[in-house]
Nanobody, 115 residues
Framework: QVQLVESGGGLVQPGGSLRLSCAAS????????MGWYRQAPGKERELVAR???????TYADSVKGRFTISRDKARKTLFLQMNSLKPEDTAVYYC?????????WGRGTQVTVRS
């Protein structure tokens, strides 16, 4: 079973930036979709950005132009660069891998945006 470990969350002021990382325990990029989701208090978990298995990238409308997803296959790491952060971006951010063997989730990293 692959393991995903997120890091890089924290407290940032509106307009600031953070870079999240997701380290995989083994090379899984070629075997399914991989991306970032988030869950704010009292809300459902939602897609932020993801790579499909064929490499096509999808972003939530709310983060387009501000967030960038990337990956380093050699380091088995997925990234999420978040710029121009807003208070409504506050949530726990989760890394996800989805394949024929089912979804795998990391434990999440908290991102808080406030003055």
């Amino acid at each position: 079973q692959v393991q995903l470990v997120e890091s890089g969350g924290g407290l940032v002021q509106p307009g600031g930036s953070l870079r999240l990382s997701c380290a995989a325990s083994r090379d899984i990029f070629a075997f399914g979709a991989m991306g970032w989701y988030r869950q704010a208090p009292g809300k459902e978990r939602e897609l932020v950005a993801r790579f499909a298995r064929d490499g096509i990238v999808t972003y939530a409308d709310s983060v387009k132009g501000r967030f960038t997803i990337s990956r380093d296959k050699a380091r088995k790491t997925l990234f999420l660069q978040m710029n121009s952060l807003k208070p409504e971006d506050t949530a726990v951010y989760y890394c996800n891998h989805s394949s024929n063997w089912g979804p795998v989730w990391g434990r999440g990293t908290q991102v808080t945006v406030r003055s």
